[in-house]
């Protein structure tokens, strides 16, 4: 399972999102946990490098809780922001989290980036916390929560479907952060996206529990 406890962060200078969801909502939406705040921490350390890339649109792939464009909408001012998800009470949870944190997103229900040909060559900062468990094919689609965590095989099966595509989707500058684990084998990511002549390179990792959490 995909959730972690969140580490004491006291000392941290990170801007935390507000987060208006409750337990009901966490009941289909995946509640923010390590990997969520890993993420956040990743492009806090990176946010200087964004804001010279004078990004035009930011696009969240499975934005969940909504907290991670959130949390980067208040902080790199300029772009469109476009968050994506499959799971309608992920939308409308999102919905709520961009209207308290006072962010202006698009939202979009669909199925990673289908029916959005209108993105391709555009997505100056594209951002992916797939379902990276890995688990049995039919756990992927059994409910909405556990379309948010299970990943299938190497728990690839959904990032796979995206990096499939991934360039023709970036723009010139774009750059994706993915989250994954070390079953995911990121080095074979890395080496199959250098065929398509994209760099990789780990942002940040951090242990959770017996797993490895990296930001791609």
């Known amino acids: 399972h995909k959730k972690h406890p969140r580490p004491s962060m006291a000392a941290s200078s990170r801007f935390d999102p507000i987060i208006p969801l409750t337990g009901d909502d966490f009941l289909h939406v995946y509640e923010p946990s390590e990997d969520s705040f890993l993420f956040m921490d990743a492009l806090g350390k990176d946010l200087t490098a964004l804001q010279s890339l004078s990004p035009s649109l930011v696009v969240e792939l499975g934005c969940g809780s909504g907290c991670v464009t959130a949390y980067l909408a208040r902080q790199l001012l300029g772009p469109s922001y476009l968050a994506i998800d499959i799971n309608p009470h992920a939308l409308l949870a999102s919905k709520r989290t961009f209207e308290a944190n006072q962010v202006s997103v698009e939202l979009v229900q669909t199925d990673l980036l289908a029916g959005l040909g209108r993105l391709k060559h555009s997505v100056d900062i594209m951002l992916f916390n797939p379902p990276y468990v890995p688990t049995p094919k039919e756990e992927m689609t ?28 970036l ?19 890395a080496k199959w996206m250098k065929t398509k002549g994209l760099l990789t390179r780990v942002v940040m990792k951090r242990q959770a529990g017996i797993e490895r959490l990296m930001i791609l």
């Open 142 to 169: 059994s409910s909405h929560i556990s379309m948010s965590w299970a990943g299938g095989d190497r728990g690839r099966e959904v990032t796979d479907r995206l990096l499939e595509h991934i360039e023709e989707y």
């Open 171 to 189: 723009s010139e500058q774009g750059r994706l952060y993915l989250v994954a684990l070390d079953s995911n084998d990121p080095q074979e990511i």
